[in-house]
């Protein structure tokens, strides 16, 4: 665990931070990219749970997952004794995944961001976690990174699809193409 007895220490001023293992980079850094996104992601579950949203202790649960993919991402090279996002963490989105999907209707078309507030504010985070994962996959690119990190928010960002389409009571706003093609006529 952690103890802050003081916020702020100064030694970021110079554009750098400390990652996990006491090394210094900078915060633009692809590493600190990817942990911030995930950040970001958990900052927006907490706006969704300010909806009292059901599906509450699994929305908390994953946010705890959240703060671990970041344990995760903040220490570069091997496990060792680190914290690392294990395979069952996204196994038990799959769960959650099958068990909530199976009680929707077939999709007709792509589902729009919206409807209630707790379906857009769903919505949001899918697509934070979306860019939270292309950050990892940057990283991944240059770095070594735990290829569980990427699955869990692979998985992740389905569940909260699926979430946005319980939170919208199977009143799905849906994509209708071509919608403003056919300008009105003049009468």
Request: aromatic fraction near 4%.
């Amino acid at each position: 665990m952690v103890t802050l007895s003081r916020i702020y220490t100064k030694t970021g001023d110079d554009g750098s931070t400390a990652l996990g293992d006491g090394s210094r980079v900078p915060k633009d850094h692809p590493r600190v990219a990817a942990y911030g996104s995930v950040d970001e992601l958990n900052s927006t579950l907490g706006l969704l749970l300010t909806a009292d949203p059901p599906e509450r202790p699994l929305l908390e649960s994953i946010q705890n997952d959240l703060f671990d993919v970041g344990a995760d991402l903040c220490v570069p090279g091997e496990a060792g004794e680190r914290l690392r996002i294990k395979p069952g963490q996204a196994t038990r989105l799959e769960h959650a995944i099958d068990r909530l999907n199976a009680g929707l209707a077939p999709l007709t078309s792509f589902v729009l961001p919206g409807g209630s507030p707790a379906a857009a504010w769903s919505h949001l985070a899918r697509t934070v976690c979306r860019r939270a994962e292309r950050d990892v996959i940057t990283l991944a690119r240059g770095e070594e990174v735990n290829p569980q990190v990427v699955i869990y928010l692979n998985r992740l960002s389905d569940l909260l699809f699926v979430l946005g389409r319980i939170y919208n009571n199977g009143n799905d706003v849906l994509w209708r193409p071509g919608l403003t093609q056919q300008a009105p006529t003049d009468g």
